[in-house]
């Protein structure tokens, strides 16, 4: 009898790019690792005033640093990334609540086969992170939903049900996990491994959580046969 | 031998575990890849104020998962550290001066800098001593291969002007790269400067400086990797 699967929970918000990082790496992996995924989006704005943290952007240098190292991330991770023209816009004053309890709402009609929160979270990454379009507004959120394959009638479902006080908790209730787990910023990844549960957060400890689970690190690409690792 | 011209710098302070993580990584590799490491000894304080940033454990999540991030990583890396309990009572304002001085009087590259620091670094991060003290430093430079007079040399030079202008300036350097935390890599390649925040990049550094990372422990062939 195979060994269980490791559950592991990956709790992001589309506004965070290196959770887009984090959450295509994991998504390569889910058929390499023995792992069970499990999508957790929340709200990074609630788990940075929960936390007490500011956004690294705030501070000039890291706001530098971190457009050299989406760059090169984007590359070697073989993800799109894109800043928007005015991040500070984009992730700032217009936020991603409404993106998040869009998802939040996928996610609980859908609670059967992740495939179609895999696929909005990821167009909507796309459209903040890629093609510097908005994620506000409720015709953002039907070109989403069609894009990642939703009926036009799922769609207004979702949009309706987002705006329900049921999403509007259980958004703040994964949010409150996060919090919990003392997190405090995104991605956050909670490994359960005999038991225990480990916490890494960022895009940059996957050899060292692979280490933990008992798994093998090969770089961002399993699957690729010429992979650099 | 002509060297590849792939100058890799390490800023750093003994303050910074994480500097510490990055400094051993870089040693062990610095005889698998072809690069040239040159050591920066720099004032993480001088950064944070330059930068505008807050230490990490200002915040109190932050603190408690640096505490378990670095028991993880420092059993991964091969470097045994437990975080003090008194972390931000230690200012590293004099180590590092110690630090320069030692680099300022041992220029030809004998393996002092790297050994006063991995000393100050041990008394720090491992045992729990001071290192902010004269006896301290006298302790870390003996542990370190100085003689009695070489360090009372050395401690009288940390105190002088040109070395606190000297540390004061390499920490001007890093922030002129937009340095915010320590440690932090510059790797000169193809005359571009590809700049490097913390110990979690080696990954990335390898793939553009064009080496193979092969984990933390590159000589160690049975290691996770």
């Not at chain 1, 918000?13 to 989006?41: M, T």
């Not at chain 1, 005033?49 to 989406?70: A, C, E, H, V, W």
């Not at chain 2, 999540?61 to 470097?79: I, P």
Request: glycine fraction near 6%.
């Amino acid at each position: 009898m195979s060994s269980p699967r490791k559950v592991v929970e990956l709790f992001y918000d589309v506004v965070s790019p290196y959770s887009w990082l984090a959450f295509e790496v994991l998504c390569r992996y889910r058929n390499v690792w023995n792992i069970d995924l499990k999508f957790k989006p929340a709200f990074l704005g609630g788990v940075m005033q929960g936390s007490g943290n500011r956004p690294p952007g705030m501070i000039p240098n890291k706001f530098y640093y971190m457009n050299t190292d989406l760059k090169r991330l984007s590359e070697y991770f073989v993800v799109p990334l894109n800043p928007p023209l005015n991040p500070v816009e984009a992730m700032f004053e217009k936020g991603s609540l409404n993106a998040m309890r869009f998802v939040t709402a996928v996610a609980e009609k859908n609670k059967e086969g992740d495939g179609p929160v895999e696929r909005v979270s990821r167009e909507l990454w796309k459209r903040i992170w890629s093609t510097d379009q908005d994620i506000t507004q409720p015709a953002s959120f039907i070109e989403a939903g069609l894009k990642a394959g939703l009926s036009a009638n799922e769609v207004e479902e979702f949009l309706t049900l987002a705006k329900s006080q049921p999403m509007k908790d259980k958004l703040k209730s994964a949010t409150q996990e996060v919090l919990d787990y003392r997190g405090f910023g995104f991605p956050c990844i909670v490994c359960h491994v005999n038991g225990k549960a480990e916490v890494f957060f960022g895009s940059d400890r996957f050899e060292l959580m692979a280490h933990c689970i008992g798994e093998k690190w090969v770089g961002p690409q399993p699957l690729k046969p010429t992979a650099k690792m | 031998m002509i060297s590849s011209g792939k100058v890799v710098k390490l800023y750093y302070d003994v303050a910074s575990p994480y500097s510490w993580l990055a400094f051993e990584v870089l040693f062990r590799y610095r005889n698998v890849w072809n690069i040239d490491l040159k050591l920066k000894p720099a004032y993480l304080g001088g950064v944070k104020h330059g930068s505008g940033n807050q230490p990490p454990a200002f915040i109190p999540n932050k603190m408690q998962y640096m505490a378990s991030d670095l028991k993880l990583l420092s059993e991964y890396f091969g470097v045994p550290m437990f975080k003090p309990s008194k972390l931000y009572e230690t200012d590293s304002l004099f180590p590092m001066r110690f630090v320069t001085a030692v680099a300022e009087q041992h220029k030809e590259g004998d393996g002092l800098v790297e050994r006063v620091s991995r000393e100050l670094w041990k008394r720090m991060w491992r045992t729990h001593q001071d290192i902010t003290q004269p006896a301290s430093f006298i302790e870390a430079g003996l542990k370190a291969g100085l003689s009695t007079n070489e360090v009372e040399e050395i401690l009288t030079l940390a105190k002088s002007q040109p070395i606190k202008d000297k540390l004061k300036s390499v920490t001007k350097e890093a922030l002129e790269f937009k340095c915010f935390g320590l440690p932090f890599i510059v790797c000169h390649v193809n005359g571009k400067a590809e700049v490097f925040f913390g110990s979690d990049r080696f990954e990335l550094m390898a793939y553009f400086i064009r080496e193979k990372w092969m984990g933390p422990q590159p000589t160690n062939l049975t290691a996770t990797m």
